[in-house]
Nanobody, 127 residues
Framework: EARLVESGGGLVQAGGSLRLSCAIS????????IGWFRQAPGKEREGVSC????????WYADSVKGRFTISSDDAKNMVYLQMNDLKPEDTAVYYC????????????????????RGQGTQVTVSS
């Protein structure tokens, strides 16, 4: 059974940094993309970033480009999201999911029949 577990959220002041981790298990194929999403209260889900386990290709939403960095350690089945220069508007529950798809600049979560997502980790940025 595919499983993803996030960790690393917390409370940080504006301008600070956090690193989120996503532990992945149970996937039976090797070439797929893992993504990070976030959702704040009263707002729509936003695709933040993704990385391809096949070739390492990355993608970022415009809102985080230049501040966030996604990386993958395939040997450890881990994906990380390094978040720098955090802003209050980054406050949300962040979760990882796989496999994700990217089309016309929008990141889509997996079909629940074929993929999975984690439970989420809270990131709060104070001003």
């Amino acid at each position: 059974e595919a499983r993803l577990v996030e960790s690393g959220g917390g409370l940080v002041q504006a301008g600070g940094s956090l690193r989120l981790s996503c532990a992945i298990s149970g996937f039976t194929f090797n070439d797929y993309a893992i993504g990070w999403f976030r959702q704040a209260p009263g707002k729509e889900r936003e695709g933040v970033s993704c990385v391809s386990r096949g070739d390492g290709t990355t993608w970022y939403a415009d809102s985080v480009k230049g501040r966030f960095t996604i990386s993958s350690d395939d040997a450890k089945n881990m994906v990380y999201l390094q978040m720098n220069d955090l802003k209050p508007e980054d406050t949300a529950v962040y979760y990882c999911a796989a496999p994700v798809s990217l089309a016309l600049g929008t990141l889509y979560p997996p079909d629940p029949r074929f993929g999975s997502r984690g439970q989420g980790t809270q990131v709060t940025v104070s001003s």
